[in-house]
């Protein structure tokens, strides 16, 4: 019954700019926190960035910050990430996903995710 729908995915060149959403449903928004998670290929799926119930707290992970932003829209059941200045090197499957724990960068700790949007960065 829970589902969490990833889109904005795409082609784009290096420099470029993307906004990625999630819309989740079956499950009480509100009360989740919720990350970003991306796998590239031959890698491991890393942490990107993670927003709290409240949106009080945006941890990001260091190799994003300053170009990767998180939002979310509770009305909505969505979350956002605006990815600015995109390199190759963030060229990944993206996910999202819900947790109701603390640890928001272990992967480990999240009950439920999308099925990816893929994102590709040309030089």
């Known amino acids: 019954q829970v589902q969490l729908v990833e889109s904005g995915g795409g082609s784009v060149q290096a420099g470029d700019s993307l906004r990625l959403s999630c819309v989740a449903s079956?499950?009480?928004?509100?009360?989740?926190?919720m990350g970003w998670f991306r796998q590239g290929p031959g890698k491991e799926r890393e942490f990107v960035a993670a927003i709290r119930w409240s949106g009080g707290s945006t941890p990001v992970a260091d190799y994003v910050t300053g170009r990767f932003t998180i939002a979310r829209d509770n009305p909505k059941n969505t979350v956002y990430l605006q990815m600015n200045s995109l390199k190759p090197e963030d060229t990944a499957v993206y996910y999202c996903a819900a947790t109701e724990s603390s640890p928001w960068n272990d992967y480990t700790a999240y009950n439920y995710w999308g099925q990816g949007t893929h994102v590709t960065v040309s030089s």
């Open positions: 079956g499950l009480t928004f509100s009360s989740y926190t």
